[in-house]
């Protein structure tokens, strides 16, 4: 069931993070009008099962009015509500009470900074810090998200059950992760990635939405479009059998697409979501209606697809 709805607000963002798995960045283009957002807000009421409304991006923060009105309506609406930023915004604590204050007078319920190498390094003056520590004052829940560089079991000194190296940092190997973070980390056999670890793909319990229109199960695997099919169509008539990527994520996990769809491949991947990802990314062309956007695989409109 149904329990939670996340904005991607925008897909600017003022940084562009080797780890980031949208392709965000400052030329990334996508932003909710309040026409729209009003329109998902209203249905997610008509849905009856959502409890939670996170607006998050790219940085929500640059479109600071829009998501200001936006927390406010939700909050309204009976939802409980959260943004995840990289609190660009916050040079002194002082500055970010007076950034955070309206957020807490209109009822946010939930503040998540990210505060990792990718975003500030080991710079003196950290922006995430200087959040979370206003969040605090103003006792807004809060919390970091520390993505770290991949580290290998060499480093780590950690392997899985069967002997395998994991690898830590955190990072979900998706989007500009694949292109900027994978070179010289161990793969595994890709007949061995046979379910997707991480999203409840058969029920799922969140989805994103981009203003677009899309409505994503994982990011860039659609399910939707809101701005055709109204969201609470799309959520009550959703039958991963009828979804062929889908479909073959959850019978055969990600290398079930590979041998689904007969999609040359490489001998290893990285993790599921290396595979999931490459496979996806040689079958946009494919399937639109299921994949996409193609800014979220690196592409630009004209560009022709890669292969996996
Ligand atoms: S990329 Fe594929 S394997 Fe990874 S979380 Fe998404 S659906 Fe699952």
């Not at 056999?189 to 899309?214: A, M, Q």
Request: glycine share 8%.
């Amino acid at each position: 069931m149904l329990n939670g709805i996340h904005f991607l607000l925008t897909y600017t963002c003022i940084f562009e993070c080797d780890h980031c798995f949208l392709y965000s960045g400052p030329g990334a283009k996508g932003t909710f009008t309040l026409k729209q957002v009003n329109r998902v807000l209203d249905e997610a009421e008509n849905i009856g099962s959502v409890e939670s409304i996170f607006f998050e991006g790219g940085e929500p923060f640059l479109y600071y009015p829009l998501l200001l009105e936006s927390i406010k309506t939700a909050s309204s609406k009976g939802f409980s509500t959260g943004i995840v930023t990289n609190g660009y915004w916050a040079e002194t604590v002082e500055d970010a009470v007076l950034w955070l204050k309206p957020f807490r007078d209109i009822g946010l319920s939930y503040l998540s900074i990210s505060d990792d190498p990718f975003h500030y390094g080991e710079k003196k003056n950290n922006p995430a810090k200087n959040a979370i520590t206003a969040a605090e004052t103003l006792n807004i829940e809060s919390n970091s998200i520390c993505i770290d560089e991949p580290t290998v079991s060499a480093q780590n000194n950690t392997t899985d059950s069967k002997g395998e190296p994991v690898i830590g940092g955190g990072a979900r190997f998706r989007g500009r992760a694949v292109e900027k973070l994978i070179s010289g980390l161990p793969q595994k056999d890709w007949e061995s990635f046979t379910s997707c670890p991480y999203e409840e793909l058969k029920n799922p319990k969140r989805v994103h939405i981009d203003s677009f229109g899309n409505v994503h199960l994982c990011q860039g695997l659609i399910i939707g479009n809101f701005m055709k099919t109204s969201l609470t169509d799309i959520i009550s008539s959703f039958n991963p059998d009828q979804h062929p990527v889908v479909r073959a994520i959850v019978n055969d996990g990600p290398a079930g697409v590979v041998k689904r769809f007969g999609l040359e491949h490489e001998k290893g991947y990285v993790d599921e979501c290396h595979i999931c990802y490459q496979a996806r990314l040689a079958l946009i062309s494919r399937f639109p209606e299921y994949l996409g956007p193609r800014q979220v695989y690196g592409l630009r409109d004209d560009c022709l697809d890669s292969t996996i």
